[in-house]
Structures are given as C-alpha cells and as structure tokens.
C-alpha cells in the first residue's frame, strides 16, 4: 500500500510513477479543463493507478477537475511569490543605490544649515554696524543743528540805522 501521505481522501494511490509522463495539461490561461481533456487525464490517472477504474466518470472528472484548479491556484501562489520575491530585491537594490545619497544630503545639509549659521552672524554684524554709523549721523545731524544755532546766536543782529 502506498504512504498515506499519498492518498487522497477515498484512499486512492496520488503519487504518479516515474515511467509515465503526465497527461497534457490545457493551456495556462484555460479558465477549466476541457471534456477530452478531463477524459485523457483521467485515462492517464488510471493508468498511474491514482484513480480507481471502477469509480464514477462524474466524480473522476471532479477529482480531476479539483485537482487541476489546485494546480492552477499554486501555480498562482508560486508566480505571485516569485514576483514578490523580485519585487523585494528591486526595492532591496534601490534601498542599497539611495542609503550613500542620503548619507551625503545629510552631510550636505549639515554644511549648508552651519554656513547659514555663519551668514545670519554676519548678517546681524553688518546690520549692528549700520545701526551704530545711523546712530553716528544722527548724533553728528543734531550737534550740527546746535553749533548752527549757537553760530546764529554769536552773529551780530543787523541793526537798521
């Protein structure tokens, strides 16, 4: 008697031999098995010994049936995954490509936020400046403004004989 592992639920034999090939499978796109396809397959089965020949036609082409939509669906699963899986090294490279980029913006940034730095000091250096030389003109307009009136008071007034 075959594994256990190897039979399927009515205690039939899954494991096909080495000898045989397998039935032709319908193209990968075909939403279902044909009739003749189901029919070929199940001739093949029974030949491997996984179908009972004394079963239902009906049932054997569910089973059939049931087992090629599982094909199907793993074959699906194992597509998705390998897509996946690329998918991840694509974003994997991508993440390699941009870590020294970023690293360098950062260091860039540092440089650039230390300059600002710099530039704002200055900035505030030249505008104490001009604030104290405003200061200056200012001061020096208003002692201007008194030596002129002080000058206008020694003048002698005109006198009108």
């Given amino acids: 008697m075959a594994n256990p592992t190897e039979l399927t639920r009515d205690g039939h034999n899954m494991s096909p031999t080495v000898d ?21 397959a199940i001739e093949h089965e029974i030949r491997m010994g996984t179908l009972d020949p004394n079963m239902d036609k009906k049932q054997m082409r569910r089973i059939i049936s049931n087992r090629y939509a599982a094909k199907k669906a793993h074959d699906r699963k194992v597509n998705k995954m390998v897509g996946l899986e690329n998918n991840q090294k694509d974003l994997e490279d991508t993440i390699a490509t941009l870590r020294p980029k970023i690293e360098h913006e950062h260091q860039l940034k540092a440089h650039l936020s230390l300059e600002k730095a710099m530039l704002v000091q200055r900035l505030q250096i030249y505008t104490d400046l001009n604030n104290l030389k405003e200061a200056e ?13 002080i000058f206008r008071m020694q ?6 004989n």
């Fill in 20 to 40: 045989e090939p397998s039935p032709p499978l319908p193209p990968a796109g075909a939403k279902s098995m044909s009739i003749a396809a189901l029919d070929a």
């Fill in 155 to 160: 003048q002698p007034s005109p006198s009108y």
């Fill in 137 to 149: 003109v200012y001061k020096n307009t208003l002692e201007r403004e008194w030596l002129m009136e």
